[in-house]
Nanobody, 121 residues
Framework: QVQLVESGGGLVQPGGSLRLSCAASGIIFNINAMGWYRQAPGKQRELVATMTSDGSTTYLDSVKGRFTISRDNARNMVYLEMNSLKPEDSAVYYC???????????????WGKGTLVTVSS
């Protein structure tokens, strides 16, 4: 079965940095879009950053210039480098990937369980 596992969350001061990692495992044939969403208490889940396998990126407007998404396609991993963090960045960050695997006849979305990022002074 395909699984996505996030790591790297934690507590950081405003202005600080964190690097999130997500590893996809399973019998994977292809991953197209892969990236990160976040959800804060009382708010809807929102797209933070995604990257397709050819390197095209999409960012939430409020994180542009501060966050950088990267991928290691050979290892089925995606990263999110978060700089200049603000309290409003606090949320559970979820890894997302569109995956074609052994059990899938087409690309299907998969989600990780999330990693908590808290930005507080």
């Amino acid at each position: 079965q395909v699984q996505l596992v996030e790591s790297g969350g934690g507590l950081v001061q405003p202005g600080g940095s964190l690097r999130l990692s997500c590893a996809a495992s399973g019998i994977i044939f292809n991953i197209n879009a892969m990236g990160w969403y976040r959800q804060a208490p009382g708010k809807q889940r929102e797209l933070v950053a995604t990257m397709t396998s050819d390197g095209s990126t999409t960012y939430l407007d409020s994180v542009k210039g501060r966050f950088t998404i990267s991928r290691d396609n050979a290892r089925n991993m995606v990263y999110l480098e978060m700089n200049s963090l603000k309290p409003e960045d606090s949320a559970v960050y979820y890894c997302n990937a569109n995956v074609r695997s052994l059990q899938d006849i087409t690309l299907m979305p998969y989600w990780g369980k999330g990693t908590l990022v808290t930005v507080s002074s």
